[in-house]
């Protein structure tokens, strides 16, 4: 995943405390310039047109393991919504690549004692109000017993706008005040919007998009204001009370606070908040106020609708028996990836974990397209039945990632414009695979698998390998790249090229043939017998060469660092699931990379890896982090299995060992049956924290991939054998030629 090491060498990370307050970011230095005089703290009287504080405090991103996730099944409606620790987060628009909103929250006030929030304040249930569809509910209840909101959350399928519906009690009789405060961040960055109250509306504006907040019952007052200086929470935190209605915030970090007329009694529970977006403030309030006048219970049953439709083409394999719903909502969430304007193009999450949401006017590797995630989740969408998504995302890499050379960038924008640079050739392999799962054999397919095939044979086999920090000899990207060979070569076959096709398999046998003298060794430190090692940089797997794990890693022995990934090589048919180097080298992997935790067993990526949380908790990139342990590995092992098992001819035990898989993945899913990218291997120091081992970390949730690795296992449990194998690739090599 992310190269973090290349990414700083890009971006400065924001000098403030990332750590999340009560407020939006760190409100210490703001707390400090209102003491200091240097921030007027406007008195009542004084709280009225243009806002003081400009620019406000950096705007920064919500954390990224998200309970829940929704869009429209259409492309009329160009917005996503993602839900998370009791609120709305981040809305997406135009594009899936674009956050426009950081966060809606609620905020409830007696006017008198008290104020808080329903992110800060409250215990969260999440769950969802359809089970055919991605529509969620939240329910936020206070610690101290005092009130209750439930917010409802849709859609428009005719326009880009989001509501939510909310219905507000008082557990206490007493009369309350409900607030509704929007950070909007349009274009990716918050740093540079303008707010201002138009009419009932509060609309935000920078140079490309706009977005605008209404309410039914309309607001009774309206401010924006300034983050950590004018804004509604620091408002109301000071006397429980909105003082200040500021008509205007040019150019910064602007916070909108809307007073709603709800009062948590009988007769002031329930409002309708619509949040519209255009490319002008004008078309953003007329989507708003349109979307508004449909009312929430059109727009929901329309929005539920169209999932209903879509999974009604959807295939349920037997399999998921007792796990229907996260099945449903794992292909819902792989569709509900992909872009509406550059169609194909499937984002890895939608979510900026650590690190990735804390550098000012950046919101994370994550909301890019890599081919590699695209290629798990289209194939998972083809098995699923959605081919003409499947077909779509081919098309979209073809067209719009591809390069001149035939090569693939290592990522790049929904537009298919590269970012980040490196050349990792698993992920040139994979749209050839791709293709040739899709049976596309045609002219112009050709032309694509010609230029792509020519830049593994060019660059080939040492790449960059599938974690992406690290060149060398790697099992995992030599097996993608002899299986892309060999079905290239159907390809060229199909189109008249024997020259080219003879080509083509003649160098995978050659890389096939020299595989274990890279990658297997025979005398390192992990094992007696011939074990295969994460990778090698000098193609010598009997020599000690080092090399310096990234992300703070040591400097190790490249005969001492295994990886899980070795088992791409059965997965795509380039060796035997009996095949005696494979079967010494798992117990290896699961000594040093296999953890059992209560809710499965589960691999770490390799030994040394420092992609993850500190043993506090703490986000990746701060001092002592650790790599944790990843969810698509059991369905990786699942997938062995069914392999090893037909070889066996033993299909009851392997049926009954990738179920167990199946099994442990779907219970690391979370409330909102969200699929994490890690999960926790160990318990918290005492007094550091509460998680515990086989739940969810703060990593990227959802994970288009772990989504899409347990809908492709239990395609290939009811199959029998791993369904992504291309049966070119297993016959030729003499495996199983289905």
């Known amino acids: 995943m992310p190269d973090f090491g290349r990414f700083c060498a890009e971006a400065t990370i924001a000098p403030r405390n990332p750590t999340p307050s009560r407020r939006w970011t760190p409100v210490l230095a703001a707390t400090a310039l209102l003491v200091a005089g240097l921030v007027p703290l406007a008195s009542p009287a004084q709280a009225s047109g243009l806002a003081p504080g400009a620019p406000g405090d950096i705007a920064l991103w919500t954390a990224g393991n998200k309970s829940g996730f929704g869009t429209s099944t259409t492309t009329a409606s ?170 205007s915030a040019p150019s910064g970090n602007v916070v909108q606070t809307g007073r709603t007329e709800l009062s948590g009694k009988a007769g002031g529970q329930d409002l309708t908040l619509s949040l519209g977006f255009g490319p002008t403030g004008a078309s953003a309030v007329s989507t708003a106020n349109a979307s508004l006048a449909r009312g929430f219970a059109a727009t929901a049953s329309a929005y539920q609708s169209g999932w209903h439709d879509y999974l009604g083409t959807i295939n349920t394999p037997k399999s998921v028996a007792g796990h229907e719903t996260l099945y449903d ?95 990792q050739l698993d992920e040139v392999a994979d749209p050839i695979l791709l293709a040739w799962q899709l049976g596309e054999h045609d002219a112009a397919t050709w032309s694509h698998v010609k230029r792509a095939a020519a830049c593994i044979l060019g660059n080939g086999p040492v790449t960059q390998e599938r974690w992406e920090n690290e060149t060398g000899y790697s099992p995992s990207s030599i097996a993608a790249e002899i299986a892309g060979l060999v079905t290239a070569a159907d390809i060229a076959a199909a189109n008249g090229d024997a020259g080219a096709a003879s080509t083509y398999r003649s160098t995978a046998d050659s890389w096939r043939a020299s595989l274990r003298q890279w990658t297997v060794t025979r005398n390192g430190p992990l094992a007696k017998a011939p074990y295969f090692v994460r990778l090698t940089t000098d193609g010598k797997a009997q020599a000690g060469t080092t090399y310096q794990l990234s992300d703070g890693g040591p400097i190790v022995d490249q005969r001492s660092v295994v990886d ?175």
């Open 564 to 738: 899980p990934s070795f088992l791409e090589l059965v997965r795509l048919g380039v060796l035997r699931a009996d095949d005696p180097d494979v079967r010494s080298t798992i117990p290896v992997v699961d000594k040093v990379l296999g953890v059992t935790t209560p809710t499965g067993q589960f691999w770490h990526r390799y030994n040394g890896d420092g992609y993850g949380e500190t043993p506090t908790g703490g986000g990746f990139s701060e001092p002592g982090n650790t790599g944790r342990l990843w969810p698509i590995f059991a369905g990786e092992r699942g997938e062995y299995e069914l392999a090893a098992g037909q070889l066996a001819r033993d299909s009851a035990t392997a049926h009954s060992q990738a179920t167990a898989r199946l099994d442990d993945m779907a219970r690391t899913a979370n409330a909102g049956l969200m699929m994490p990218e890690q999960v926790w291997d160990t318990s918290p120091p005492a007094g550091s924290g509460s998680f515990q081992p086989g739940t969810p970390t703060l990593s990227s949730t959802p994970l288009g991939w772990s989504h899409a690795q347990l809908v492709r296992l239990a395609w290939s449990i009811d199959a029998g054998f791993p369904v992504e194998r291309p049966a070119a690739v297993s016959c030729r090599y003499g495996g199983p030629c289905t």
């Open 78 to 247: 160009k917005v996503w919504y993602t839900l998370g620790r009791g609120e709305l987060s981040e809305i997406y628009y135009p594009d899936l690549g674009t956050p426009a909103v950081r966060d809606l929250r609620f905020v409830v006030s007696d006017g008198k004692t008290y104020a808080g929030s329903d992110r800060d304040d409250a215990t969260h249930v999440v769950r969802l109000a359809d089970p055919h569809s991605l529509s969620y509910q939240q329910v936020d209840t206070d610690k101290a017993g005092r009130w209750r909101i439930t917010k409802t959350f849709t859609t428009d399928p005719d326009r880009s706008a989001v509501q939510v519906k909310v219905h507000f009690e008082s557990l206490t009789r007493t009369a309350l005040r409900l607030y509704a405060v929007l950070d909007p961040s349009l274009t990716n960055s918050g740093d540079d919007d303008s707010s201002a109250t138009d009419g009932a509306a509060l609309v935000a504006h920078d140079a490309a998009s706009a977005s605008a907040m209404v309410a039914s019952p309309a607001f009774s007052k309206t401010s924006s204001g300034y983050l950590g200086a004018s804004d509604g929470w620091t408002d109301l935190e000071q006397d429980y009370q909105m003082d200040w209605s500021y008509s």
């Open 329 to 423: 909502v794992s292909v819902m969430v792989l569709a509900a990836s992909e872009d509406k304007t550059f169609r194909g193009a499937m984002i890895a999450a939608p979510a900026m974990a650590w690190v990735w949401g804390q550098i000012a006017g950046y919101s994370g590797p994550y909301h890019l397209v890599w081919s590699r995630d695209l290629y798990q989740m289209a194939t998972a969408r083809l098995v699923a039945g959605d081919r003409a998504g499947a077909d779509r995302s081919l098309q979209w890499l073809w067209n719009r990632q591809q390069q001149p050379d035939g090569c693939f960038p290592q990522n790049s924008q929904v537009d298919g414009t590269p970012h980040w640079p490196n050349l």
